[in-house]
Structure formats: C-alpha cells, structure tokens
C-alpha cells in the first residue's frame, strides 16, 4: 500500500516506524491471525482492508479479546453489500421492536446459513421433480408384459385370455366316449359284423372257363375262305 508522505511545501516526508509497521501489515493480511496484542488505533488501520475470509480468520484466531468495537462497522457494511442496505434496515428496525441487538458477525453468519438453506431446499425440490418428470418419461416409453404368448406348435381353442385348454379336452373326451357307449352306434357296430361274416359265408361264383376242349376244337378247325362270287 503506497500513501503519500509529501508535505504542503512538496517535500517528501519519510514515513514513519508504525507507518511502515501498517503498511506491512495490509500487504500481508493473509498471513494475518491472532491479534489480541494490536493497539486498537493500528487495528482500526489494518482491518478495513481485510476481506470477508480474511476477516473472519482474524476474528475466529483471535481468543481472549472482543473485536466487536473495531470490526461491527465492517460486518455491517459486508451485510448490505451482500444482501442490500433494505435488508439492513430491516434487520435494524426488527432489533429496536424486539429490544435486542445482535453483533453484525452473527447477522451476517445466520444469514449465509439462511440462505445456504434456502438453496439446498430448492435444489432438492428441483432435483425431486427432475427424477418424477424422468420416471413418468420413462414409464411412458418402456411397457412391461406379464402375460406368456400361447407357443405358435400348440392348438388353443377360445379366444379370451387364460382360456382352460385341460378342461376343454376333458370335455371333448367325455362326449367322444358317451357317444360310443350310445345305442346307435352299437346297432351300427352290429350291422357291420353281420354284413361283415355274410361276405365271408356266401359260396364262391364259378366263373365260365374260356379255355374249355369245345371251344378249343372249334377254334381248332381250320377257316375256310368265303366262295368268290362271279360277276
């Protein structure tokens, strides 16, 4: 940090010991730590410069002394640049209807955790509604089927699902076998066994012997020409 030591006559006015001492102080503030033994004039001088971390390190390393005189300006003036100066005097009027007054530090840490809250529920809402979105997409694309296609090498008979094919063929066996046992298919039985030993019983028909002697003799004399006729 460069300050201007010149005086009204232009002279250049060296700085002096504790001057130098601050100066070294503000450029090496992230090495800066427990300061319980600083003079509060040289505090007032060193940590305006600090950021919100840097800050925070210097009040969380310092033990046995309250830095509130020196530092509750600066909380104050992170909070409005945070969050605004309406939210300041909000927090300010709420303290004075209450009777209460809170260090800025504290203001501004429950704050951040408000906030941090804040973000994390919406984050978890959105991600709630990102995987509800992605399974109704998902059950609209992918459709499961439970029930078994009938084998394309097997008969079926209905038409309807889960149609008892067991207790078709029972039935179908039970008709086949009432319908034997019934008389008219007995007196057809009976009919063909008589037809049946008629055709084994009859005599064999004697069939005429092409190849008898008489007709051997006649067909063994000799054919004689047919007279020629004179015209």
């Known amino acids: 940090m460069d300050e201007d030591y010149s005086s009204d006559e232009g002279q250049v006015i060296a700085p002096s010991l ?3 001492c601050i100066n070294t102080a503000i450029d090496n503030l992230r090495r800066l730590g427990d300061v319980g033994e600083t003079d509060s004039h040289l505090l007032k001088r060193i940590l305006p410069h600090c950021t919100v971390d840097q800050l925070m390190h210097v009040e969380k390393s310092t033990k046995g002394r309250d830095l509130t005189p020196i530092t509750d300006k600066l909380w104050k003036k992170f ?70 296609p009938p084998s394309s090498n097997k008969r079926s008979w209905g038409n309807g699902p889960g149609y008892n094919v067991t207790g078709k063929s029972n039935l179908m066996k039970k008709a086949k076998l009432d319908f034997l046992k019934s008389n008219e298919v007995k007196n057809l039985a009976a ?41």
Request: aromatic share 8%; net charge positive.
């Open 191 to 231: 009919m063909k066994r008589n037809a049946l030993q008629k055709s084994y019983s009859a005599p064999p028909v004697k069939r005429p012997d092409a190849f008898s002697g008489k007709a051997s003799a006649s067909s063994s004399k000799p054919i004689r020409p047919p007279k020629r006729l004179p015209f």
């Open 79 to 148: 909070y409005e640049k945070e969050f605004g100066t309406k939210r300041v005097n909000e927090v300010i009027e709420r303290m004075k209807q209450k009777k209460v007054a809170f260090r800025w530090i504290q203001l501004y840490e429950a704050k951040l955790k408000e906030v941090d809250m804040a973000e994390n529920l919406m984050a978890d809402k959105l991600k709630s509604r990102y995987q509800e979105a992605n399974a109704r997409k998902q059950s609209r694309q992918v459709q499961i089927c439970t029930k078994v």
């Open 18 to 20: 504790v001057d130098l």
